[in-house]
């Protein structure tokens, strides 16, 4: 309870923030877009990850205030990039407790409709592990999401319950392969015959194919360098960024 209180207040103090990681191009040409990252800036100054904080905030109920603010903060901060310039897709991450303990049709609407971010550049990342149950549930609601031009990507690929039957009848737009595929790639060709066949699997099924996790341009040539349209998100890119330094980074690009 006490956990819950101090969420509540970070919320009401503005605590909570944004940082955006670029995703760029196979190559480094070009930048497709960028996904959003909480952190919490805690009174002392002391930053929190959310790999800390996420889990707390799903259990006490805090996710669903916290998941509308960080919708909506990423579209306010997509629509400030697009009017100086920087036409850039924005990825949100979306709890499994935003499924299924808020109405995420009318929070992911509603975000759109108050920022006016273009519903066409908004994805939503949905880890593996949500999709556990309830398919019928889940194909019904991103039915609709998808309505509005929204695209939905499974996060996390490869690494939990999303059985190949599921993924077969549930068209994902996008399909991120968890960074645990990269470690190891280049020591072992085991593991890259395993993660080139994951990447190859996710090319077939999904029309935006994120790589996670690339740290250096070795694994950047391991996972092939002719694949033009693979996008990667990786600290040999960039880490996440305070959004005033995106522009710098794009203009490196160009
Ligand atoms: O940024 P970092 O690597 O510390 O993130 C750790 C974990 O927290 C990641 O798995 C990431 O998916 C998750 N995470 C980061 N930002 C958000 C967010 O805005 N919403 C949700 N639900 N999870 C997030
Ligand atoms: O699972 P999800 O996409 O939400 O995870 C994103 C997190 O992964 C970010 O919080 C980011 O800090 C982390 N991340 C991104 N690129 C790299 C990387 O190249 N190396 C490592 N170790 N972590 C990364
Ligand atoms: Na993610």
């Known amino acids: 309870v006490a956990l819950e209180q101090e969420m509540r207040l970070a919320?009401?103090?503005?605590?909570f923030f944004l940082q955006y990681q670029p995703q760029v191009l196979m190559g480094g040409s070009e930048i497709v877009g960028v996904e959003a990252l909480v952190r919490w800036r805690k009174p002392d100054g002391e930053v929190v990850s959310p790999g800390e904080f996420i889990p707390l905030a799903e259990e006490t109920g805090i996710m669903i205030p916290l998941g509308?603010?960080?919708?909506?903060?990423?579209?306010?901060?997509?629509?400030?990039?697009n009017r100086a310039g920087f036409e850039l897709k924005m990825s949100v991450n979306v709890s499994p407790v935003q499924i299924y303990g808020d109405d995420l049709y009318?929070?992911?609407a509603s975000a759109?409709?108050?920022t006016g971010f273009p519903a066409e550049r908004l994805t939503l990342e949905i880890t593996e592990n949500t999709f556990r149950d309830e398919k019928g549930l889940l194909l019904e609601l991103f039915d609709r999401i998808k309505a509005l031009g929204v695209k939905v990507a499974i996060d996390d690929f490869g690494t939990g319950y999303a059985s190949?039957?599921?993924?077969?009848?549930?068209?994902?737009?996008g399909i991120k392969i968890d960074r645990s595929f990269v470690l190891d790639l280049e020591r072992s060709p085991r593991s890259a015959a395993v993660a080139n066949s994951v990447i190859a699997m996710a090319r077939n099924m999904a029309r935006a194919v994120v790589v996670e996790g690339v740290e250096t341009k070795s694994q950047l040539f391991?996972?092939?360098?002719?694949?033009?349209?693979?996008?990667?998100?990786?600290?040999?890119?960039?880490r996440p960024l305070n959004p005033e330094k995106l522009p710098d980074f794009v203009e490196s690009l160009r």
């Not at 391991?222 to 960039?238: C, M, W």
């Open 11 to 15: 919320m009401e103090r503005g605590e």
């Open 68 to 81: 509308r603010w960080i919708l909506e903060e990423a579209c306010r901060q997509g629509v400030l990039w």
């Open 106 to 108: 009318e929070t992911v």
């Open 112 to 114: 759109l409709e108050e």
């Open 164 to 173: 190949f039957d599921f993924i077969r009848n549930f068209p994902f737009y």
């Open 222 to 238: 391991h996972i092939g360098g002719e694949k033009a349209d693979l996008i990667i998100q990786g600290f040999v890119y960039s």
